[in-house]
């Protein structure tokens, strides 16, 4: 991965949630770079600079040049915040890359191909794990990984052991950890509807006969007395 973006960053002098919100009105963005073994330093920068690095094809793990009072620096973003609601950056961490020196990054995982357990046994493709770790060189981390899941049937899976990765580049994530399988639809019985029963007479109208014969009982045994 060459280094193909430069960006430009000023020294803030001033911290604080307070010094934060006066550089966001002034339409630019706080931040932080640290790495290397070097002293943390809070910078100001352009947020479309920030915005056009994490909506490339690389995303966070792009590579670029970092222009700090006339020195330059390879630096890439680890971490940011964005407004929850308006979506717009409002801070962002970065680190200074040795360029010679390997790391760790996660990198995501795109399928490629129909599954055969899709197209010929109607199950469903699933996609488990869509990043993984990998330890190589700053410039050879690759914007993403694809695995080819067309001869997966139902009950197969594609693991992390089973992924292709150049030479120079060392799989970290568990081998053993399922990326994509392919599983069966699960079928649903309908419950078939109960048989229609008599409602039973309700107590208090087998009451109320029960008392009014009772008391036809009585009446005619009056009747039999006079």
Same mark, same amino acid.
């Given at each position: ?38 002293? !943390? ?6 947020? *479309?600079?920030?915005?056009? /690095? @994490? ?12 222009? @700090? ?7 890439? /973003?680890?971490?940011? #915040?964005?407004? +929850? ?15 010679? #020196? ?53 009950? #197969? ?8 990765? !150049? %030479? ?6 568990? !081998? ?14 309908? %419950? ?6 008599? +409602?039973?007479? !309700?107590?208090?109208?087998? *009451?109320?006969? %029960? ?6 009982? *009585? ?8």
């Amino acid at each position: 991965m060459a280094i193909q973006i430069s960006v430009t960053a000023e020294v803030r002098n001033t911290t604080g949630k307070g010094a934060a919100r006066k550089v966001r009105r002034e339409g630019k963005i706080p931040a932080v770079l640290y790495g290397a073994k070097q002293a !943390p330093v809070s910078l100001t920068l352009n947020p *479309k600079d920030m915005a056009a /690095i @994490l909506h490339s094809d690389a995303g966070h793990n792009s590579i670029f040049e970092l222009s @700090l009072d006339g020195h330059k620096t390879a630096a890439m /973003i680890v971490d940011w #915040q964005r407004n +929850p609601i308006k979506g717009n950056l409002l801070h962002v961490d970065l680190k200074r890359i040795a360029m010679d #020196q390997r790391m760790r990054v996660k990198v995501p995982v795109q399928a490629q191909g129909e599954a055969a357990g899709v197209k010929q046994q109607g199950g469903i493709l699933e996609l488990v794990t869509r990043e993984v770790e990998l330890e190589c060189l700053p410039g050879a981390i690759p914007e993403h990984l694809t695995i080819d899941v067309s001869g997966l049937m139902i009950g #197969q899976n594609f693991r992390v052991a089973d992924l292709q990765v !150049p %030479a120079d580049v060392k799989v970290t994530s568990d !081998p053993d950890r399922v990326i994509a399988h392919v599983i069966a639809v699960k079928e649903t019985v309908a %419950a078939e509807p109960a048989a229609a029963t008599t +409602p039973a007479e !309700p107590e208090v109208a087998k *009451k109320g006969k %029960a008392e009014s014969e009772t008391e036809e009982g *009585k009446e005619g045994k009056e009747g039999k007395k006079k």
